[in-house]
């Protein structure tokens, strides 16, 4: 049953299909790598260490660069050829979802450098440390989808369920967020919003794994068909 996706994935087919999976890998391997830093930017701002967070930052735009270059060896391969048209169009969707993700990350943490000095209730940054926690396991199941859907496991399905709980929980968690800072009289018209729209970037990043979830299920679709 497993060799069934090789109608539509051919990865064992030609060099130019074998290096096109190869570069999605490659690409899904540097979004993976960026937890660690993302992480520590948690870390950081647990403690106020908006230098440790700027120096972080560049490390995550580093890897968003890196994933970029990916992306455009993509596009060059499938549109030299590799896979049929409808696929070809499928999977240019899914490495604009993919990128989307680290470009989240890169978003969040750019944005929460402005909360240097800013009146920021404690809470808040407990939640912050948990939407990270959670956009990374968020980022761990797209990986693992993103292995699936090369190889055809039967697994791929479980885990896009798991990655969608993922985003559901950073929708609960912003709306704390919101709930905590539209009632903080403490916090001045700049730090809500810092407050807001940081909750709101680290929210996005689920947003984007399950977009990406989506662009697997239509390859899943065509694969059926």
Not at 113 to 131: A, F, G, Q, S
Not at 148 to 172: C, Q, R, W, Y
Request: charged share 30%; hydrophobic share 40%; proline share 2%.
């Amino acid at each position: 049953m497993k060799f069934k996706w090789l109608r539509i994935l051919p990865i064992f087919g030609r060099d130019m299909e074998k290096e096109t999976v190869e570069l999605f890998k490659a690409m899904i391997s540097e979004i993976l790598s960026v937890r660690q830093p993302f992480n520590e930017v948690g870390k950081a701002l647990k403690k106020g260490d908006f230098k440790k967070i700027k120096q972080l930052a560049l490390v995550i735009n580093e890897k968003e660069h890196n994933c970029d270059k990916i992306r455009r060896e993509i596009s060059q391969k499938m549109y030299s050829g590799a896979f049929m048209p409808v696929m070809r169009t499928r999977l240019y969707d899914l490495t604009d979802t993919m990128d989307s993700v680290i470009d989240g990350v890169q978003d969040a943490v750019d944005r929460m450098i402005y909360l240097e000095k800013k009146r920021i209730n404690p809470k808040v940054v407990d939640l912050y440390l948990t939407m990270i926690d959670e956009s990374c396991t968020g980022i761990t199941h797209l990986s693992v989808i993103i292995d699936n859907l090369f190889s055809g496991s039967h697994d791929l399905m479980t885990n896009v369920k798991k990655a969608n709980i993922s985003e559901h929980n950073l929708d609960l968690l912003k709306r704390d967020v919101l709930n905590i800072v539209m009632f903080d009289r403490k916090m001045d018209c700049t730090s809500v919003w810092l407050s807001v729209n940081v909750a709101t970037l680290l929210s996005e990043i689920g947003d984007s794994v399950e977009k990406c979830c989506d662009d697997v299920a239509i390859l899943r679709l065509l694969r059926q068909a």
